[in-house]
C-alpha cells in the first residue's frame, strides 16, 4: 500500500506542469506595411499679417488687416456687430481683396461720401413728413441698421457703384431705411481660371457700414494704402475715378405712391450705359434694370 501510494505520489508529481511556461513557436504574423512618409507641407499656405486697424461706427467694429501670402498682398475687412441686449449674438461678416484693388474701393467711397454730404438730411426729412401725413401700413419688423437683414424690407437705394477686379465683383449700394443710411459692400466671386487663393472659402461676403462712419473707414484704408500699396494700383484706381468724374451727372432718385404701395426709381450708369431700377417698397426685386433707350423707344 505503501509503494503503491508512493507510486501515485511521484506519477503526480511528474504530471505536474511547470510554473515556468515553455517558449512557444512563434507563427508569422500579418504582413505590416511601412508607415507611409508624411505628405510634404504645402508650399505658400503661410500667411503673415502686416498690419491692422480698427475703426468704431455705432455698435460695430471693423478690422482692416493687410497680409501677405506668396501670391501677394491683400485686404481683410472684418465686421462685428454686437447687441444692444446681454443675450444679443455678435455677427461677424468679412469680404476680402487684393491690395490693388484697395485704391478704386478708395475712390468709390470718396465718391459715395461727396453724395452723402450734398443729399444731407432732406431725403429723410421727406421721407419722415410725409409719414406724419400719410399713416401707412405697419410694415415688418426691421433689423438693425447695418445688419444682414436691413437692408431686406423698406430700404431706399441711393446710389450704386461697381468694381470688377481679379475676377471679383464688389457691388456697392448706398441704401436707406427708417432707422438711416448705410453702405453695403457685397462681394461676389466669378467662376473661372484666375481666382487668387487668399480669398477664402465662400461665393458671396458682405459687410455693412454706416453711412456716419463712411470717412473714417475711407481714412484708415487711405493710411493703409500709403504704407502697403503699390503706386501701379493707385494710379489705377485715379484713372477708373477719373472716368466717372467724367460721366454726366444723374438725377436723384424720385418715388411715388399708387394706392397703398410706393415705388422708387433710380437712374444708375455702368460701363454699358445709363439704366434705371425700378423697385417696389416693402419688396427686394431681382428683375435686370432697364436700360434707357429701351424707355425711350416705348
Not at 444679443?88 to 478708395?106: C, E, F, G, I, Q
Not at 457691388?171 to 487668399?198: A, C, P, S
Not at 494700383?233 to 444723374?250: Q, V, Y
Amino acid at each position: 500500500m505503501m509503494a503503491d501510494g508512493f507510486c501515485r505520489g511521484s506519477d503526480r508529481s511528474r504530471a505536474k506542469p511547470s510554473a515556468e511556461p515553455l517558449p512557444r513557436q512563434g507563427y508569422p504574423g500579418p504582413f505590416m506595411p511601412a508607415a507611409a512618409p508624411p505628405p510634404p507641407q504645402q508650399q505658400g499656405t503661410d500667411i503673415q499679417e502686416l498690419a491692422s486697424k480698427r475703426v468704431d461706427i455705432q455698435k460695430k467694429r471693423f478690422y482692416l488687416d493687410v497680409k501677405q501670402s506668396v501670391r501677394g498682398r491683400f485686404l481683410k475687412i472684418a465686421e462685428v456687430w454686437i447687441g444692444r441686449g446681454r443675450h444679443d449674438n455678435v455677427r461677424k461678416s468679412k469680404l476680402t481683396l487684393s491690395m490693388s484693388t484697395a485704391p478704386a474701393l478708395r475712390y468709390c467711397l470718396g465718391d459715395f461720401i461727396d453724395y452723402y454730404a450734398r443729399i444731407g438730411l432732406r431725403g429723410l426729412a421727406e421721407e419722415h413728413g410725409e409719414r406724419r401725413r400719410k399713416a401707412p401700413e405697419q410694415p415688418a419688423a426691421l433689423s438693425p441698421v447695418g445688419s444682414t437683414g436691413s437692408d431686406e424690407h423698406g430700404h431706399r437705394v441711393l446710389k450704386s457703384d461697381l468694381i470688377e477686379r481679379d475676377n471679383r465683383k464688389y457691388f456697392l449700394d448706398l441704401k436707406e431705411n427708417q432707422r438711416g443710411r448705410f453702405l453695403r459692400i457685397r462681394q461676389t466671386v466669378g467662376r473661372g481660371h484666375g481666382t487668387m487663393g487668399y480669398y477664402g472659402q465662400g461665393i458671396e461676403q458682405t459687410i455693412v457700414l454706416p453711412a456716419q462712419g463712411l470717412i473714417e473707414f475711407r481714412d484708415a484704408l487711405s493710411q493703409l494704402i500709403e504704407d502697403f500699396g503699390s503706386e501701379e494700383a493707385d494710379e489705377h484706381g485715379r484713372a477708373s475715378s477719373r472716368c466717372r468724374a467724367h460721366s454726366p451727372e444723374l438725377p436723384e432718385a424720385a418715388s411715388f405712391r399708387v394706392d397703398n404701395k410706393r415705388f422708387y426709381f433710380d437712374v444708375g450708369s455702368n460701363r454699358y450705359g445709363v439704366f434705371l431700377k425700378i423697385s417696389e417698397a416693402g419688396y427686394r426685386l431681382n428683375g435686370s434694370p432697364v436700360h434707357c433707350r429701351v424707355i425711350s423707344n416705348t
